[in-house]
């Protein structure tokens, strides 16, 4: 396993978080180097478009810094308006507090409509803006919008790895381990609460397609059974998947859900009039967060006691006290700060601008191609706690020929208690081995 910087001084001071084994995992992967304990801001002009928008400089000398971040909306159970919200959020934000040496960063955000065709145009609207970057993202068109982003140069930096070229291209940057490292990590923490087989309830599409083989590999070395229910993506009545799922509700049985918040809402309300007493129910987050939580009763929501695999550390962790801010400051709606895809957008930026901070140290101009070069430098870069330090470096990466761009293996487990969602297990814990194919550790 290749080794990480020692985390930040802030990090070490979150909670006094712990991997699995009882070590940090900034100790475990340490790289050479000192981290920057503190994120430095680009000045920031928020200023959002939809599609087709006008095109500004993206960077080098003289006018604004310009990045991108698109989402779909309007599309149904795909929808996730909360990720082009937190961006502009965090244009609004940035503003406020002046800027540096007088640039402004320019977001421009795209609804992506869950489309080709509208990941397609979001792509072509951030070459046409020459944008320094497109950041946490939301789509399942990786594959197809990737091949304008290469041609650009253009670093997609922290999408939400929904799709293989994601976790391939050598322009994509992903801060968190997508859907691969999700269903991985829910399997064993499934696996560890002694389910004997599991059924994975999920979308019928390209991107839910993976899922099945990862979970599988998490589950295989505890030797516990795999079924795979699909569900059409705008699937709104789920009684006859979560009948499918709980079978004859056998005391070992569990299910876990890989659905988007609102068909889990769905489910949920099929959960509960199917009625089951014996099996376990989990979730990947981004399908449960709190949101769906309180809206199926709280401490009487059939979630209650449920288990859940996120990438970062629960909602009321104090990780997210900026986010909290900068959200509370605008009193957006349409941002939930317990969603994944939220989450994975403020992480994001954190990192773009940690790295671009670096750039400007080192008497460089911002661009797409400095941008780059710095994520590929193997220096690390820590967003704050919400993740162990991350960097892209060739020794970094994940040795699989799938997905090489993939960095950040680590999950949090977590559990709903009196309707809340809590730490199950404290910290981090690394599950690269059943992406590799290894064997777990002992």
Avoid at 317 to 335: C, H, N, P
Wanted: aromatic share 6%; charged share 20%.
């Amino acid at each position: 396993m290749a080794r990480r910087s020692e985390p930040s001084a802030r990090r070490l001071a979150h909670e006094g978080q712990q991997s699995s084994d009882g070590s940090r995992p900034g100790a475990v992967r340490r790289r050479a180097g000192a981290m920057a304990a503190v994120l430095v801001v680009l000045p920031g002009l928020l200023a959002t478009s939809a599609c087709g928008g006008p095109a500004a400089a993206g960077g080098g000398d003289g006018g604004d810094y310009t990045v991108m971040t698109w989402a779909p909306s309007g599309s149904g159970a795909a929808d996730r308006h909360g990720v082009t919200a937190v961006a502009e959020a965090i244009g609004r934000s940035v503003d406020a507090k002046g800027g540096v040496g007088g640039r402004k960063l320019k977001v421009l955000t795209c609804n992506e409509q869950n489309t080709v065709e509208g990941a397609t145009a979001c792509a072509r609207q951030a070459v046409d803006a020459h944008a320094v970057a497109v950041i946490g993202s939301y789509s399942q068109y990786g594959d197809t919008f990737m091949p304008a982003l290469e041609s650009a140069r253009i670093p997609y930096l922290g999408g939400f790895g929904l799709s293989s070229a994601e976790f391939s291209s050598p322009d994509s940057y992903p801060v968190a381990g997508g859907t691969p490292t999700l269903i991985a990590g829910s399997g064993r923490q499934l696996a560890a609460a002694g389910c004997r087989s599991v059924a994975l309830i999920r979308p019928d599409t390209r991107a839910g397609d993976t899922l099945t083989r990862y979970l599988s590999g998490a589950l295989q070395p505890s030797g516990v059974k795999l079924s795979d229910v699909k569900v059409a993506e705008k699937a709104t009545d789920l009684t006859a998947a979560a009948q499918r799922a709980i079978g004859d509700d056998r005391t070992g049985s569990c299910v876990t859900n890989a659905l988007g918040p609102d068909q889990t809402l769905s489910l949920i309300e099929a959960y509960r009039r199917v009625g089951p007493k014996r099996t376990l129910l989990a979730s990947l987050l981004g399908s449960v967060q709190q949101s769906v939580i309180d809206a199926t009763g709280g401490a009487d929501s059939p979630l209650n006691e449920s288990y859940a695999t996120g990438w970062y550390p629960p909602e009321a962790s104090r990780v997210w006290d900026d986010l909290r801010a900068t959200v509370q400051s605008g009193s957006d709606q349409r941002i939930d700060i317990s969603d994944l895809g939220v989450q994975n957008t403020w992480v994001a930026y954190q990192v773009f601008f940690q790295a671009a901070d670096r750039i400007r140290s080192a008497g460089q101009p911002l661009t797409a191609k400095s941008l780059r070069t710095q994520l590929d430098s193997g220096d690390s870069l820590d967003p704050g706690g919400a993740t162990p330090p991350l960097n892209w470096g060739m020794t970094d990466m994940l040795p699989s020929a799938e997905t090489p761009r993939l960095v950040n293996t680590w999950v949090t487990f977590q559990q709903v208690k009196a309707g809340r969602l809590t730490e199950q297990q404290r910290g981090f814990s690394d599950i690269r081995w059943a992406l590799t194919g290894g064997k777990p550790p002992q």
